[in-house]
């Protein structure tokens, strides 16, 4: 546990590192240092956050799991009102507060993950029912994801969906309930990206990207070639040329190619390895935790850091196509980042107690030794 714990510090600790120094790298000539003194200012209160749930017991959440769950939905309702919510590029997912703004969807990931967690320890053994195991925690998914999807936020809410996904599988419910609505469910989806304009010429500028690179392909074409530009060793830390408006969102949603083009593919495998080993790692926090609650809530930490990454690389790489999701601790953005953080510390906190668990089972076996000194030894054969 010491060495999945550290490891997991340290690569968390890299990836920040890397994405204050890139995001003012990326920034510099647009805005100067105001991004990165946002971010700053966000990372500061993450990181206090995170220490906060390191030290708290995350069995407290089974208590109130209902309460971040009702204000987490009783926000996205609210989102989607245009006399309270801000739209920006058509998509109606902030609340404005002066020159801050906050996502309520990063906030209703967490909150939908606490809820199904103590779900699916509350009703563990009824979880391979149709009614215990689908239906209602299929409800609670549906209305959580259903609103991200309205704002609209795709891409989240099908990460979401396919964290949320994940721990009912870990939780028990059976194939043959759990294929049928995820199968009518990605027709579903198909469907609406086919008929949805935006969504169709996404899909059609990923498979013609050269076709298309004067319009919706050219983000993705300039990444590839900052990608590619950047060779091994990389151009050198500001020195890239992408930047300087031929990438949009360079700051943000693809920061990574930026990363390629002036550090090289070395810091990119780097990034990859990073997260690579926060999942490694989460996973067996999970899978050592003290209580089911503990293995369900960090499988869905961890896997909904893993999917991100992986989502976000893959549009970058040009192996997915566009979809607005950032990089977990690199790209810009206080709602993902303030999440991400909140979500080490309880990864950190189920490690915590799953280390006194397993300290306070070898006193008690200690205890026994020392009060019965003769118990294991072997006995005489007749």
């Given at each position: 546990m010491k060495v999945a714990v550290t490891t997991l510090v340290f690569c968390i600790a890299s990836l920040l590192a890397l994405g204050m120094v890139m995001l003012y790298s990326s920034s510099m000539a647009q805005v100067g240092v105001g991004y990165l003194t946002k971010q700053l200012v966000w990372c500061a209160l993450g990181v206090a956050v995170c220490v906060v749930a390191t030290m708290v017991d995350y069995r407290f959440l089974k208590r109130i799991w209902w309460v971040p769950l009702c204000v987490a939905i009783l926000m996205l309702a609210l989102v989607l009102d245009k006399h309270v919510g801000a739209m920006f590029n058509g998509a109606r997912r902030w609340f404005k507060f002066g020159s801050l703004t906050f996502q309520p969807s990063e906030f209703a990931k967490l909150a939908l993950l606490i809820a199904l967690a103590w779900y699916g320890e509350h009703f563990q053994r009824q979880m391979p029912q149709w009614k215990r195991g689908l239906l209602i925690p299929g409800l609670l998914i549906g209305s959580t994801a259903g609103l991200i999807f309205k704002e609209p936020d795709v891409g989240n809410a099908l990460v979401l969906a396919t964290v949320s996904g994940i721990m009912l599988l870990v939780a028990g419910i059976r194939l043959?309930?759990?294929l049928p609505p995820v199968l009518a469910a990605a027709i579903g989806v198909g469907v609406f990206i086919y008929y949805n304009p935006v969504r169709s010429d996404r899909i059609y500028s990923w498979l013609h990207v050269e076709e298309t690179k004067q319009n919706t392909g050219h983000q993705a074409r300039e990444a590839m070639v900052a990608l590619g530009s950047g060779g091994v060793i990389g151009k050198g830390l500001g020195d890239s040329r992408q930047k300087l408006g031929f990438v949009p969102l360079q700051f943000s949603d693809f920061i990574f190619s930026i990363i390629g083009e002036e550090l090289g593919l070395v810091a990119t495998l780097l990034v990859v390895a990073s997260f690579v080993a926060v999942v490694f790692c989460g996973t067996y926090i999970a899978m050592h935790a003290a209580d089911t609650f503990g293995l369900l809530l960090g499988v869905g930490i961890t896997f909904l850091i893993g999917l991100?990454?992986?989502?976000?690389?893959?549009?970058?790489?040009?192996a997915l196509p566009n979809k607005g999701l950032p990089l977990p601790f690199i790209s810009h953005g206080g709602s993902n980042l303030l999440l991400?953080?909140?979500?080490?510390?309880?990864?950190?906190?189920?490690?915590?107690?799953?280390?006194?668990?397993?300290?306070?089972?070898?006193?008690?076996?200690?205890?026994?030794?020392?009060a019965n000194p003769f118990a294991r030894r072997p006995q005489p054969q007749p």
């Open positions: 043959r309930y759990f991100q990454a992986f989502v976000n690389i893959g549009v970058v790489t040009g991400m953080l909140t979500c080490v510390g309880l990864l950190l906190s189920i490690a915590r107690q799953a280390r006194e668990a397993e300290t306070g089972m070898r006193n008690v076996t200690t205890d026994q030794e020392l």
